[in-house]
């Protein structure tokens, strides 16, 4: 399933940012005592008790005002309230109930989603002191003291987030059905490729940039097996990304790569390869995903017998930051090299599961290592006793060493590819972990 989306949300200056902070455990909003600081939404991946969702801060949501920065900003704060699976609504035990908080209560409670009160700022430890009380008036249930700052009450808040998510929620797929992302910059072709491949028209499809706002899903059986296709919107620089219901599509693209198999990049022969598809392909390559870069609109291309050589080349090239990425070249329009597309997203899939046993590994890293002799420092040489695969999606090795600090980078780099040819992993990441012997 998708991750659960959390949004953290109330007036300015109470202190949301401040316990997104906290709870990510990392300074990625500015806190600042100014109100209005937090402009936009800011997401990011959080765990609790072994469970990962996402995070989202806003800005501060100030109900009636004729300020045009704060309007926007409240509009901000009602999309991550449409999206979220729960709501925090942070008040300050400082300045007690305010008109502001009884109307953004108000305007939670119609929102239908399930609320969880926090009352910030209770930085004493023990009995809550008599003011907390009032919090009750807002009609939202049990308020629970927070501090930001010092982290207290923080556990408590999550967990009341998680009565309200049901993480064991199984989406209603075939079982062996292979999710697919569909992702890339805005009008490459996205929704026309997974119209083609459905043989209906499932999503909009438009010359204008932005048409597709959501991840929609497409179940697809055919010869090759069941796959599920989300179509995403497709994403910008940040720096393009002006308009709030955008700003929000971007995320459900990142959050399509979190819980799909296999990320299809979806490029433009035509424009060819750009900044912005490094990071779109280092987005899904950091998460671990099985990818298939799909150079669309191939049919629109003059070719001359060299063309398509000449091209893969460059592309070599452009994704040396994931050199094991496979290419095809297709027409969402025409419909041209579709099944070779599938073939390659069913071989992706199983390299990104493939479970290699120890002792294969070990014949492997004998081989290797008289092969190239493992690097030395100051008359002390790398020595490697063995390796084992820890876990699949992405295929994760575990080595184990006698000195980190010895086993060099491009030793790890010779090693990794010394693993790819022999059990030709193409089409996956793999990571690598050093451990000391005693770890």
Request: charged content about 25%; proline content about 4%.
């Amino acid at each position: 399933m998708a991750k659960p989306l959390i949004a953290v949300v109330g007036r300015p200056n109470v202190g949301k940012s401040t316990l997104f902070n906290k709870l990510i455990g990392q300074r990625l909003s500015i806190v600042e005592d100014t109100p209005g600081v937090t402009r936009d939404r800011i997401y990011a991946p959080c765990e609790w008790r072994g469970r990962e969702f996402m995070l989202v801060d806003t800005g501060g949501i100030e109900p009636n005002t004729a300020d045009l920065l704060l309007s926007q900003m409240r509009t901000q704060a009602q999309i991550a309230i449409d999206t979220a699976d729960v709501i925090i609504m942070v008040t300050d035990l400082r300045s007690g109930v305010t008109a502001n908080d009884s109307d953004i209560a108000a305007m939670l409670q119609k929102s239908g989603k399930p609320i969880v009160l926090c009352v910030n700022k209770c930085d004493q430890i023990g009995d809550v002191p008599p003011d907390f009380y009032e919090f009750y008036n807002l009609g939202l249930g049990d308020p629970l003291p927070v501090s930001s700052v010092h982290g207290h009450g923080t556990g408590d808040l999550l967990d009341a987030c998680f009565e309200h998510i049901d993480f064991d929620k199984v989406e209603d797929y075939p079982e062996n059905a292979i999710k697919v992302a569909v992702i890339g910059k805005p009008n490459v072709g996205k929704s026309s490729l997974v119209n083609r491949i459905s043989g209906q028209q499932r999503v909009i499809v438009s010359d204008m940039a932005g048409t597709t706002r959501d991840s929609t899903d497409t179940e697809i059986t055919n010869e090759y097996g069941d796959f599920v296709f989300i179509d995403t919107a497709g994403i910008r620089r940040k720096a393009k990304v002006e308009d709030a219901i955008e700003r929000y599509s971007v995320l459900r693209a990142y959050m399509a790569v979190d819980r799909c198999d296999v990320a299809v990049i979806v490029i433009d022969a035509l424009q060819g390869f750009t900044e912005q598809d490094s990071k779109i392909a280092g987005y899904a390559h950091e998460q671990g995903k099985a990818c298939v870069v799909a150079v669309n609109k191939w049919d629109a291309v003059e070719k001359t017998d060299k063309t398509m050589q000449e091209y893969v080349k460059k592309l070599e090239n452009d994704f040396s930051f994931m050199s094991y990425v496979p290419f095809v070249f297709i027409s969402a329009l025409t419909g041209q090299r579709l099944d070779k597309l599938f073939q390659t997203i069913l071989h992706v899939n199983e390299q990104n599961a493939v479970r290699i046993s120890t002792g294969r590994l070990n014949d492997l890293l004998a081989y290797a290592t008289a092969r190239v002799q493992p690097p030395s420092d100051k008359g002390k040489r790398l020595r490697i006793y063995y390796m084992t695969q820890a876990s699949t999606r992405p295929p994760t090795f575990v080595f184990f060493c006698n000195d980190r600090e010895l086993f060099h980078f491009s030793y790890q780099r010779y090693l990794e590819n010394q693993i790819r040819e022999m059990f030709q992993l193409d089409g996956t990441p793999i990571r690598i972990i050093i451990r000391e012997r005693g770890e």
